[in-house]
């Protein structure tokens, strides 16, 4: 027996999985049950693949290639969100086209993730930036457009100042630039829109459907931000009126004031009535210069200014009551005005407070001279005529239906949710298949000439005054209408990085597919994602990006399910061995390169998988990387002592059985770690033996398969078991041959577990604590202590309460 060199073992079945194209998902093979293992692709950085990507590359790995061995047709694909900013600015700073990086930087993650061993169909890489790609990009945005779910519209956008560049919401960060930290201000511009706010309410539904984290819902949910409450008319002294929205229109009879936002339309039209106009055009400007973000922290001090000249009347009392301008109320949410109740809201109590505005008690409960009272669980209406007396829930109730028979005001439900901003005025992006034509307006582009090709630009950087470099070329801008055939120009503008990433999962199932962007047999097949995991960072606004798409698809008969993602996980980050984040910065930075060269990917893969709960972060260690190496080499070395004996051997059988039902489910159920654990436990059962059957050798290598792909296969191909490892069946395990008599326990001393301990399953319990108290770490713990309780439970734990 040779000793274990990693290095030739790993190559030589890389490329023979390759020429055999044993990992060729099948779009012929119909008849077969499916598999869909998707994790997120990558952003293919300069800095190449990061220990974090293996991590979930490698999970559903072991996924897709145990569900093979299963007899499933899987699809398990990768590829490349190759559009983007970073990349862009590389190309900028050192004056190369975009393009060239992109090809450089795919070529060098891809070689690093094939020695990892990673079962990627890549018949099927897909590449965003790809015309053949992008094409059906441009497709969608197309369809989108012809219903109405793609619009152009002049508003205040974020505006980063570094990357000249319109931000999304989500993409200002407490302020700043997401990706560069530069100041973020706001600048009227006009932007193309989706309307992505048609789809809030199924989005918010749709969860029902799928099989993700209950915080992974909670995040969809909270982005979007349902609430429930009311619009409610005040007449103003000028005879308008001003309606606002209200998620307590209980507390009505505690309004004191109201507040509009500083950008509200009503300020223009009473211009000549406010006697202070120069004050509120003053604070206009300093409010535009803020984010909203900064606007409406609570912890802020509050600013504003009184409208001279112009009152609102409550409604319910018939008060007049003055109307103030403050950035804390935002033009774009609910009607951008309110009534405000210091009693009960804590930004209006500060405001109050400054400002010398009443504050009225309506829920009693607190004590509103010292803080807003805004518990409306409890409370009891008082001071609020025909409110007193009932609870919260019943006065929306009534006040809803008194405001709705006097006509003045009515239920509402409100969105957080705004319609996404699609345009980027950068060059690495999906051109916007739209022409602009002075009589026919915004055209678009007939279907046949997609792709709409990214022309070459001299010049990459934004134009300062917040154009594309593609406002430029005036050739490529300067086009014909198609609809009247005279002169029109093209949208300079380009797509988010979310486009591409929105419909990826689709274009896998049938790549090369130049019709449509798959066919309708391979997405009614393939659909939906059976199982995608990916980075906690993405399970806000790629997945509701994502889902909202597929949900137009749906809608418009492309794609045959609602919701495009059965099942979604994510793993926990990889820290550096200091337990912070791995950063250049920080110089705790692992390259997955280092340790594929010393170790070897098996070792890699397993450590990857070993190093802790799937879902939580875990930081690298090096003597930990170790072990999981000897591991492999003991596994290497039973080669060396096969015996003569047949099938499995008695005294094996209980732990076979066992651990093939333990590795078939943890595989299922993130726990990779255990899954490890127990294959480890087998190994020392085995070696105890001093030798190992042919058939045990067999089934240990099915199993450690999907984790250590490369040594599994040399160790097959040396038996001589017969074909690849990879094309042979997942051993099954008889559920009455998989309890044994012993059992492990788990020992708990006031509330901690301290112990875990192996007995014999039928142990009587006066027995069973003995055994526990005899255990040298539970006899350290309890020593000199009174022991006040002891539970066992049968089988699992044994509970000692100890005092003193
Ligand atoms: C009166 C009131 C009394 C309010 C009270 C709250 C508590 P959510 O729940 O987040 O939807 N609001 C409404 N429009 C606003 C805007 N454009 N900018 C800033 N704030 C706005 O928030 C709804 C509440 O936020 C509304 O209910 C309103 O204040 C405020 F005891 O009205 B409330
Ligand atoms: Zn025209």
């Not at 597919?513 to 906690?536: C, F, H, I, R, T």
């Not at 794609?559 to 994510?570: F, G, L, Q």
């Not at 893969?605 to 939580?616: P, T």
């Not at 395990?733 to 059992?743: G, L, P």
């Amino acid at each position: 027996m040779n000793k274990y060199d990693h290095k030739p073992i790993e190559k030589k079945w890389q490329d023979k999985w390759e020429e055999a194209g044993v990992f060729h998902a099948s779009n012929t093979d119909m008849h077969k049950p499916k598999y869909y293992a998707l994790v997120e692709f990558p952003y293919p950085s300069g800095q190449g693949l990061h220990v974090g990507h293996p991590r979930s590359y490698t999970a559903l790995d072991i996924v897709a290639r145990k569900r093979r061995l299963q007899g499933y047709n899987v699809l398990y694909p990768i590829g490349w969100d190759a559009f983007g900013l970073p990349t862009e600015n590389y190309a900028i700073k050192n004056h190369v086209h975009p393009a060239i990086v992109t090809e450089k930087n795919i070529a060098r993650f891809k070689q690093q993730l094939q020695s990892l061993g990673i079962s990627f169909d890549w018949s099927r890489e897909i590449n965003t930036t790809d015309p053949d790609y992008y094409k059906w990009t441009q497709w969608i945005f197309l369809q989108l457009f012809k219903h109405g779910l793609a619009y152009k519209k002049e508003m205040s956008v974020n505006w980063c100042t570094s990357c000249k560049c319109v931000l999304a919401n989500e993409e200002v960060v407490e302020g700043v630039c997401e990706r560069c930290g530069s100041e973020v201000v706001h600048k009227v511009k006009s932007q193309w829109m989706l309307k992505i706010t048609e789809y809030a309410q199924r989005l918010i539904d749709d969860l029902e459907l799928v099989d993700y984290p209950e915080r992974v819902k909670a995040q969809q949910r909270n982005w979007i931000g349902r609430s429930t409450g009311a619009e409610v008319d005040f007449s103003t002294t000028t005879g308008d009126k001003l309606t606002i929205y209200t998620t307590r229109p209980d507390t009505l009879y505690g309004a004191t004031y109201m507040v509009i936002s500083p950008e509200h339309p009503m300020i223009e039209k009473w211009a000549d009535r406010i006697q202070n106009m120069d004050e509120v055009r003053d604070y206009q400007a300093e409010a535009a210069k803020k984010s909203d973000f900064e606007r409406t922290e609570v912890a802020k001090e509050k600013t504003g200014v009184r409208l001279d000249g112009v009152m609102a009347i409550n409604p319910v009392n018939e008060k007049e009551i003055p109307i103030f301008i403050s950035d804390y109320v935002l033009v774009s949410y609910g009607t951008g005005a309110i009534m405000a109740v210091p009693g009960h809201d804590t930004r209006d109590w500060d405001f109050a407070k400054k400002f010398g505005l009443p504050i009225i008690e309506v829920v009693k409960g607190g004590d509103v001279e010292k803080e807003a009272f805004t518990d409306c669980a409890t409370g009891i209406m008082v001071n609020s005529g025909i409110l007193d007396g009932l609870t919260v829930e019943e006065a929306k109730k009534k006040i809803i239906a008194f405001l709705e028979e006097k006509g003045i005001g009515h239920a509402k439900v409100n969105f957080k949710l705004r319609d996404w901003v699609f345009s980027r005025q950068r060059y690495w992006g999906e051109p916007i298949p739209i022409v602009y034509c002075e009589k026919c307006g915004y055209v678009p582009l007939p279907e046949s000439e997609l792709p709409l090709r990214l022309p070459d630009v001299k010049s990459y950087e934004p134009t300062d005054n917040g154009e594309s470099p593609l406002a430029h070329m005036t050739d490529w801008v300067n086009t014909t209408c198609p609809h009247c055939g005279g002169p029109a120009k093209r949208e300079t503008d380009t797509m988010p990085q979310w486009a591409g990433s929105s419909w990826y999962f689709l274009r896998y199932m049938d790549p090369h597919n130049d019709q449509a962007l798959a066919s309708p047999e391979a997405l009614k097949y393939w659909s939906p994602v059976d199982w995608y995991n990916g980075g906690m960072e993405h399970t806000t606004l790629h997945l509701l990006y994502s889902r909202f798409w597929h949900k137009f698809l749906y809608d418009i008969h492309v794609v045959p399910t609602p919701e495009p993602y059965a099942k979604r996980t994510s793993h926990g980050m990889i820290l550096g061995e200091n337990g912070e984040k791995m950063s250049k910065s920080r110089g705790n930075v692992v390259n997955p390169d280092d340790i594929v060269n010393e170790y070897g990917a098996d070792t890699m893969r397993l450590y990857e998988m070993f190093i802790g709960d799937f879902e939580k972060a875990a930081p690298w260690s090096t003597s930990s990387i170790k072990g999981c190496r000897r591991f492999v080499e003991r596994y290497w070395n039973l080669q060396g002592i096969v015996c003569e004996d047949e099938g499995i051997r008695a005294k094996l059988e209980t732990p076979f059985h066992k651990t093939i039902k333990k590795v078939t489910e943890d595989i299922e159920n993130l726990k990779f770690n255990t899954a490890i654990a127990a294959l480890m436990t087998l190994l020392n059962d085995i070696t105890a033996e001093g030798s190992i059957t042919r058939e045990e050798l067999r089934i240990f290598t099915l199993l450690l398969n999907p984790f250590a792909p490369h040594v599994t296969e040399e160790v097959w191909n040396v038996m001589n078991f017969g074909s690849m490892v990879c094309e042979q069946e997942w051993p099954s395990y008889d559920e009455a041959k998989c309890t044994e008599d012993t059992v492990e326990i788990a020992v708990q001393i006031n509330g901690k577990v301290r112990a875990r301990l192996r007995i014999a399953a039928n142990l009587a319990k006066d027995d069973v604590f003995a055994a526990v108290k005899a255990d040298e770490k539970v006899a350290a713990e309890i020593a000199g202590k009174n022991i006040v309780k002891e539970i066992y439970v049968p089988g699992k734990l044994v509970n000692i309460v100890a005092k003193g």
